[in-house]
């Protein structure tokens, strides 16, 4: 189970991987949008870590500020593209 979680640590990356793909081959104005506001949304999350300054539970390894997750923001912003682009490709083939 914990190489699984381990794993799981790395989709950020293979979202990263995976929008420079998609902008190579397709070279769709969407995809590059996604991955422009995913790179604000990391700055966004830089910033608001540095006013926060909201400190990790006690015994964590590492003692940079924990809110708000990266990981999380990262992959909810993801998710709300995705559900967008569904919606929206959805509606005009329909």
Known sequence: LGKLLAVTTFTPYFVIVGYVTLILFRRELATVAFLIGQLLNECVNHFVKKHFKEGRPPGAPISTPGFPSSHCQFMAFFAACMCLL??????MKA
């Open 86 to 91: 569904l919606i929206f490709r959805v509606r």
